[in-house]
């Protein structure tokens, strides 16, 4: 499995940023997708989950800014991030859980979020 993350940069304080990861690898449609991130000096944090049924998870500090989603036909899933504050600044994953004989999790490489204030 293999995921490519996609949409870092830097925004100031109240902007907007689309991450986006596609997935390869794997059957994506039975495949629960998620969205953690890791600041500097701290551990890495859920920011967002979304299962293959649709079910949602946000982090509490996330809820109502955040939105994740995903698009079976593409194999993509993506983290709508508004209201940006410059504590969201981190390195942000995206993260697939496989059920085969067990869960089976896959990490892509990170992509940064930087909002300055």
């Known amino acids: 499995v293999q995921l490519q993350a996609s949409g870092g940069g830097l925004v100031q304080a109240g902007g907007s940023l689309r991450l986006s990861c596609a997935a390869s690898?794997?059957?994506?449609?039975?495949?629960?997708m998620a969205w953690y991130r890791q600041a500097p000096g701290k551990q890495r944090e859920l920011v967002a989950a979304i299962t293959s049924s649709g079910t949602l998870k946000y982090a509490d500090s996330m809820k109502g800014r955040f939105t994740i989603s995903r698009d079976n036909a593409k194999s993509t899933v993506n983290l709508q991030m508004n209201s940006l504050k410059p504590e969201d600044t981190a390195v942000y994953y995206c993260k697939a859980t496989y059920f085969s004989s067990g869960p089976h999790d896959y990490w892509g490489h990170g992509t940064l979020v930087t909002v300055s204030s």
């Open positions: 690898g794997t059957i994506f449609s039975i495949t629960d």
